[in-house]
């Protein structure tokens, strides 16, 4: 019986090890990772050893000799939400080696494992080493040699703690990495002639099956490794280290003024060719570029003028960057500092290369529907619907979605933000109770979260559409049921009213089991369109688009659906488009139909209504979302279930012209709910909601 027991826990550990090994998340992320401006942000003086020192009219970083460990740090600052190093990468590094490498090796880049790990027979040689020095033991220079040859001899069969380094020699340039199986393994560039006191920009790029070296933007020196660059090397813990490999001995002795990594890319395209090859910039750190330039006068005294034009990563505009030309050699894009923005000059055309996950945010429940809004001062915000007792807006950074408040609900189905001037608000679906009420949110720049001001009694609300007429506010909700039968029912038309600061009815219009509304104006009209879904009989009802007409909607144009789940309206040039997510076919008690067609309506304009244009089978939609990235128009569906299974793909569809729309990636989701999309400092993301599962996913857009 024993003996089944230890057999069922050591399957079980099994389990757990493969899941956790398949949950290892790859750094994907495409922006690079300016390693020396992460470090110097902090206070120099806080550094012993570390001096910025100028030559040739540049600055650069200089690390003492009596200098320990100075510049180290975790790598998880900085490789977010990933436990293994990219497969492919580049190191951007601009060095100035002031004499000739005297040392075998003086190591620019470093990255150790944690200490903690369990360490081979060499590394705990080496370690005892180093504790001796440190407490002041003397050993015979002769032995101590003998001893450091032996561990070099052995480090390609042993757990090195280095997991990447990049180091020099005299004549040479190496890098040295975790291999398979654990092995160190190294690639040796040779002739490399750097010793010259003079400024160098290297670029090392490595992929799969190659690893090329240029150096000043000359043609690149490649190496073809008999063995693919390994793609599980584990970094959970590990530590950076700049100019050094965590101790004293084998420290760069040279001036460091450039050290990026790029994740996924090869970064020669991107400063390759340069005015200036010997410093061409990816991003150097704004500690070393705030330099005035100095020229000569011919009666021999010197003046100064300001630099206008900065290259590399960006940095915030500011007052202080106020007229400031910005050139981003990653979107290859000039843009102007106005004093709060950076405004686009001359910018390259995006096109979507591929998408990947970002970020995988837990939910304290399922979640039926996302909002993506800004708030001036605060920053880009989510808020989400949950089944639960509590809903929760998140605020974005630079790793994702972060929680920021939690709000009351109760089986929220719906956000939606709006603004009327200044003042920001949002407004909640409540369901599930014996009479449910929606509720308005008013944005506190004082208390810096949203406050109640208003309900209003709904019926099972699905959505909350928000629009403006002459000037004035209206919000219109959709009105799924009364009570657990009753689908016709009336939705609401509120109006804001100036006098009383609430929201009251203006317009009640007959929906039938009312999931969503759009709004939208073509030329001087203004048209409401809702989603009917269910009359308690069937899903084959007629959805209705209205047109604004002397202060109220009138019909303007009936179009049979299939439980009507969304409508989105778009523009490509001058044509008019809508859309509508059919989510299935159902009539009393058949069998439903999951896998039908949704259709996209383009606007007749000399017929005054719209005409089918373009089907396409989706399973169970509830949702589409309209986005572009430069030249080109997309559509993601919102998949949510087949008749089997909820977890299925939903699918992005690129415009293609007289084609119309055709797929072109393929995402998996979990009952999905809603997708929104949205954009943080020139990168786009997609985020979608799931209704079966306690998490939401963000995924990014990557371009070229």
């Not at 060095?95 to 903690?116: F, S």
């Not at 929201?503 to 509304?517: C, I, K, N, R």
């Not at 009209?525 to 007409?549: C, E, K, P, Q, R």
Request: charged share 20%.
């Amino acid at each position: 019986m024993s003996s089944l027991i230890f057999v069922q826990f050591l399957l079980l550990g099994l389990r757990v090890i493969d899941t956790a090994t398949d949950t290892w998340r790859h750094c994907t992320e495409l922006l690079p990772l300016d390693l020396l401006a992460f470090i110097l942000e902090q206070d120099t003086s806080k550094l012993p050893g570390v001096h910025v020192k100028q030559s040739g009219g540049l600055r650069g970083v200089h690390i003492s000799q009596t200098s320990y460990n100075p510049l180290s740090f975790p790598s998880s600052h900085l490789l977010v939400n990933c436990d293994l190093f990219p497969e492919e990468f580049s190191i951007v590094v601009t060095i100035k080696v002031t004499r000739p490498t005297a040392k075998r090796n003086e190591y620019l880049l470093t990255l150790m494992e944690p200490k903690q790990l369990k360490k081979g027979h060499v590394e705990e040689k080496e370690e005892r080493n180093n504790t001796e020095k440190d407490l002041g033991r003397q050993h015979d220079g002769e032995r101590h040699e003998d001893r450091e040859r032996k561990m070099w001899m052995k480090t390609k069969g042993t757990r090195g703690r280095i997991i990447l380094g990049l180091k020099l020699s005299r004549k040479s340039l190496h890098f040295s990495f975790r291999g398979h199986e654990g092995v160190t393994e190294q690639w040796r560039f040779r002739d490399i002639q750097l010793a010259d006191n003079q400024w160098h920009t290297l670029v090392l790029s490595a992929g799969r099956r190659h690893v090329r070296l240029t150096v000043d933007c000359r043609s690149p020196v490649e190496i073809v490794p008999f063995r693919p660059f390994p793609s599980d090397i584990n970094i959970q813990g590990s530590r950076f280290h700049i100019g050094s490999r965590g101790r004293r001995k084998d420290l760069y002795t040279g001036l460091l003024r450039q050290l990026v990594i790029v994740p996924g890319s090869d970064a020669t395209h991107h400063i390759c060719p340069s005015n200036n090859p010997q410093l061409a910039v990816l991003s150097i750190p704004p500690l070393l570029s705030d330099l005035t330039l100095m020229r000569k006068e011919d009666a021999g005294h010197m003046s100064t003028y300001v630099e206008l034009v900065s290259a590399g990563l960006e940095e915030s505009c500011s007052e202080l960057l106020q007229g400031q030309l910005w050139f981003n050699p990653l979107r290859k894009g000039l843009y102007f500092c106005d004093g709060k923005m950076w405004i686009a000059v001359l910018e390259d055309q995006k096109r979507l290369d591929y998408v990947v996950e970002h970020q995988v945010l837990a939910t304290s429940s399922e979640t039926h529907d996302v909002e993506v809004f800004q708030v001036p001062g605060v920053g880009l915000m989510a808020a989400m619907a949950h089944r639960s007792t509590a809903s929760a807006v998140y605020l974005w950074n630079h790793t994702g979605f972060q929680l920021y408040q939690n709000i009351s609900t109760h089986g929220a189905l719906a956000w939606r933000h709006f603004s009327m001037g200044k003042r920001g608000f949002l407004v909640v679906s409540n369901s599930g109770t014996e009479i449910d009420f929606s509720v308005i949110y008013k944005w506190s720049k004082k208390r810096k979260k949203f406050v109640q001001i208003q309900s209003l009694h709904t019926h099972c609300a699905r959505d909350w559409e928000a629009f403006t007429i002459n000037r004035q506010t209206y919000l219109a909700v959709a009105n799924h049921r009364q009570g657990n039968n009753n689908h016709t029912i009336d939705s609401v038309i509120y109006k804001w009213s100036r006098l009383r600061k609430a929201f009251e009815v203006h317009q009640m219009l007959p929906t039938s089991g009312a999931y969503d509304w759009e709004f939208f104006t073509v030329g001087p009209y203004h048209f409401l369109v809702v989603a009917n879904a269910f009359d308690g009989v069937t899903t084959s009802v007629d959805s209705v688009i209205y047109i604004w007409v002397n202060g109220s909607f009138q019909v303007f144009q009936k179009i049979k659906t299939f439980c009507a789940t969304d409508w989105e309206m778009f523009q490509i040039d001058s044509r008019v488009f809508l859309v509508v997510a059919n989510g299935h076919k159902h009539h009393a008690n058949r069998p439903s139909q999951y896998a039908i067609n949704s259709t996209i309506y383009e606007l007749d304009v000399n017929g005054q209504l719209f005409v089918r244009f373009q089907d396409i089978v989706t399973y169970s939609a509830v949702d589409w979302e309209f986005f572009s990235l430069g030249e080109d128009y997309f559509l993601v569906v919102a998949n949510s279930f087949n008749g089997e299974s909820y977890s299925l793909n939903s699918i992005i569809y690129r415009w293609q012209g007289y084609e119309g729309f055709v797929p072109v990636h393929w995402l998996p989701t979990i009952g999905c709910s809603d997708w929104e999309f949205f954009s943080s400092k020139g990168e786009s993301y997609l985020i979608y909601s799931s209704a079966k599962a306690p998490l939401s996913k963000v995924f990014k857009l990557k371009t070229f």
